[in-house]
């Protein structure tokens, strides 16, 4: 995955934590000091957020309530799904960068 794919993956990942917030994105940028570890921790808590979100949706529509519809659940699964996918990427990734620098020579 190039740089170019790796910046825009966390530029998405930053918007999906703005929206589970609620908050509108240039919030996000005023709040967040650019600093790689918030960066991290704000995405671990979009994605984490996404997942509580669908998982309510999901035990609304079981208790059958009617304001929630199967269609609105499945969306929110999936978002949830992508979301977590996209985070085991980057830690993929994060991981393979650690050991690469590991194994260099100094």
């Known amino acids: 995955m190039s740089e170019v794919a790796m910046n825009e993956l966390l530029s998405q990942l930053r918007a999906l934590s703005t929206q589970a917030q609620g908050r509108p994105p240039a919030q996000e940028a005023a709040a967040s000091p650019g600093s790689f570890q918030t960066l991290l921790k704000n ?15 999901a035990q609304s529509f079981e208790t059958g309530a009617s ?32 050991q690469e620098i590991m194994s260099m020579q100094v």
């Open 67 to 98: 304001n929630v519809d199967l269609s609105s659940v499945m969306v929110a699964m999936q978002k949830a799904n992508i979301s977590f996918q996209a985070m085991v990427q980057v830690r993929n990734k994060l991981v393979s960068a650690y």
């Open 43 to 57: 995405s671990l808590d979009g994605v984490n957020q996404s997942q509580r979100s669908a998982e309510s949706l």
